[in-house]
């Protein structure tokens, strides 16, 4: 007998394949940035498919939102690194 279910991962592809006319519409630039979060999406597929939903997308949407909060994450950290190193930097009594 064949398989009568789409794994998660089939799942999330034609969710990303339903938005192809879209992804058509927008700048490059646009097209890239949707393309890093559909890509997001699919990094979190095996996560997902423990999730027993009819429709992908709550959980895509979430997995975008979770890599996205990681870069946010990052830069933080960098920014933080960066400011203290300006107030390492900086001599007493001297102005900028």
Do not use: C
Request: hydrophobic share 45%; glycine share 4%; proline share 3%.
């Amino acid at each position: 007998m064949g398989r009568t279910l789409a794994t998660f991962t089939q799942l999330v592809q034609q969710e990303i394949d339903s938005w192809s006319r879209y992804r058509r519409a927008l700048r490059r630039e646009d097209q890239q940035a949707l393309d890093a979060l559909f890509a997001a999406a699919r990094h979190h597929a095996p996560a997902g498919a423990y999730l027993a939903r009819e429709t992908p997308f709550e959980v895509m949407l979430l997995s975008m939102l979770i890599e996205q909060h990681k870069d946010v994450m990052t830069l933080q950290q960098k920014v933080t690194i960066l400011e203290a190193r300006l107030l390492d930097n900086q001599t007493p009594g001297v102005a900028s």
